[in-house]
C-alpha cells in the first residue's frame, strides 16, 4: 500500500541578521511534527528556507560593502548550522535566490499576466529620498521615515498590481466552508473581521526602485515584489511549473503551513488567493502561532534583545533548548522566553523525572543483576496500574497531536516517567534487594525498563538525541513505533550498554 502523504512548512526567514531563537521556535515544532507524521509510517516533505529578496538585505550588504548574495550566503551558512546543531530534519533548505525558484516565481508572475489578474498601475507611498525606500504611514515613527529619521514626501512609482479583489468572494466562501483552513480559531475570526469582509484592495506586486529582487521577464526595469516571490517558495520547492514536478504532484496541497501570527494575513489572504489565479488546490491548514517573548517585548532581530541561540545549544544542550520550545509554552499562545525558564524546565523535567530515572534504573539492574535483562512469573501489586497507563499513553499522544497540543502530548509521555518514579517509590526496591526477594526485584526492574523503553520511543520526534541515548543504554532493538503496543516486546537476556546520567543539573552560566 502507498505511504500516506504529509507535507509540512514553515516560513522562509529574512537572513537579513543571523536567526534567533523566534526563528528556532517555529523550526523545531514544525521539525516536532515531521518527525512524528515519520514515526507514524508517512512519507513526510519538510521545508524550510530563508527568504532573500529585498531593500532591507540591499542595504545591510552596501553597508557591509558586499554583494547581497555574498551578504546572505554567510547568514545562510550560519542558519544551516544552526539547523544541523537543532536535530532540523528538512527534506529542502529553499532559498529564492536559487535559480529554480527564481524561474519559477517568473513563470508564474508572466502567467498571471498573460490572463489578465496582473496589471500595470502606479504606486502611491511616502517616499524617503535618501534611504530609497518607500512606507506606509503606519510604517512612519513620528510621521518621518523609520530608517533615517528624514523627512519623507508623497511620491507614485510606476508598479504591477494582483488583482487580490477580485478574489474576494471565493476566499470568504472558502474559508467559512473549510472551519479548519485557519487554526487557531480566533485568528480566523480576526482575519475574517478585521481584514477580508472590509474589503480586499488589490496588492503592489513589483517596484523599480531598487534592483535585489527576481526581474520580471517582460518589463525588467521591475522586480517581483515580495509576497508573489516569497510565498511561491512552497511550490517551487516541489518543482511546480519546472521540467520535473513529481514532487510536487505528490506533496501538494500541503497538510500543514505553519507561521507566525504576524504573517497569517498574508497566507490567508494573499497566498489562497494566488493559488486561486493559478487554479491549484489551497493548503490544508494555515496555523498561525504565537509569539516568544523575553521580558514582556517580542524576540525580534530589530530589538537585539536575544543570545545567539547556538550559544545555549553549546550551555544545555540541543534538548534542553527543543523540550523548552516545546513543552512551555501552548502551540498558539505567546509565551516567555528566559534563561531562568529553560534552566527550570531543564532540571525539573529533564534531569529530575527522566535523567534521575533511566539512571537509577540502570544502576540497580547493574548492581543486582550484572546489568542483565531477565524477566519472573512474580507479580507485584503496582504493576497493572503502571502497565495500563503506559499501554494507553500512545493513543492519548495521537489524540493531542491530531490537535497540535505538543506541549500536552508531551506532558502526557512524561507522565511515564513520573509514574515510574512513583513506582519506584511503591515497590522499593532496594527493600526487596535486602529481603532477597529476586524474582519480585526483577519482576520490578523490567517493569521500569519496558515502560522506560516506550516513554523513550514516543518521546523519539520531540528530544530524537536523549531518547536515542536512553534506547542505546539498555541496548533494546525494539525501537519502532509497531512495538510499543505489546509491554513485554523488551528483550530479555540482553546486556545494558555502558551508561552515565543523561542530564546534570545544571546552574546558570551567564549574566
Ligand atoms: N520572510 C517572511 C516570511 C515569508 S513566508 C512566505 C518573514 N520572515 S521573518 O524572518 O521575519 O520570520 C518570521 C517568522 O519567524 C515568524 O512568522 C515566526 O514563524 C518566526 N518568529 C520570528 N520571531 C518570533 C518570535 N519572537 N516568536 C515566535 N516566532 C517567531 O516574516
Known sequence: ???????????????????????????????????????????????????????????KAEEKGVTPKEYVDEVIKNAKDLWNSLGIEYNRFIRTTDEDHVATVQKIFQKLYDQGDIYKGSYEGLYCTPCESFWTESQLVDGKCPDCGREVEKAS??????????YQDRLVDYIETHPEFIQPISRKNEMMNNFIKPGLEDLCVSRTSFTWGIPVTFDNKHIVYVWIDALSNYISALGYLSNDDSLFKKFWPADLQIVGKEIVRFHTIIWPCLLMALDLPLPKQIFGHGWLVINGAKVSKSLGNYRDPREYIKEYGVDAIRYYLLREVPFGSDGQFSEE????????????????????????????????????????EYDEDLINLVL????????????????????????????????????????????????????????????????????LPY???????ILRQINTKKI??????????LETNIIINDFKPIFMRVEKKHE
Open 1 to 59: 500500500m502507498e505511504k500516506k502523504k504529509y507535507y509540512i512548512t514553515t516560513p522562509i526567514y529574512y537572513p537579513s541578521a543571523n536567526f534567533h531563537i523566534g526563528h528556532c521556535y517555529t523550526t523545531v515544532i514544525a521539525d516536532s511534527i515531521a518527525r512524528y507524521k515519520k514515526l507514524k509510517g508517512y512519507d513526510v516533505y519538510f521545508l524550510t528556507g530563508s527568504d532573500e529578496h529585498g531593500l532591507k538585505i540591499q542595504k
Open 157 to 166: 512609482e510606476e508598479a504591477y498590481f494582483f488583482k487580490l479583489s477580485k
Open 341 to 380: 525558564l529553560l534552566i527550570s524546565r531543564y532540571n525539573t523535567d529533564l534531569a529530575n523525572i527522566v535523567g534521575n530515572l533511566v539512571n537509577r534504573t540502570l544502576s540497580m539492574l547493574s548492581k543486582y543483576f550484572d546489568g542483565i535483562i531477565t524477566k519472573s512469573y512474580v507479580q507485584t
Open 392 to 459: 494507553s499513553t500512545s493513543q492519548k499522544v495521537d489524540d493531542y497531536m491530531d490537535k497540535l497540543e505538543i506541549s500536552e502530548a508531551l506532558d502526557c509521555i512524561f507522565e511515564i516517567f513520573r509514574r515510574c518514579n512513583k513506582y519506584i517509590d511503591e515497590t522499593t526496591p532496594w527493600v526487596l534487594a535486602k529481603e532477597e526477594n529476586k524474582d519480585k526485584l526483577k519482576t520490578v526492574l523490567y517493569n521500569l525498563l519496558a515502560s522506560i523503553r516506550i516513554g523513550a520511543i514516543l518521546l
Open 463 to 469: 528530544i530524537p538525541t536523549t531518547a536515542n541515548e
Open 480 to 489: 519502532t513505533i509497531d512495538t510499543i503496543n505489546d509491554f513485554y516486546t
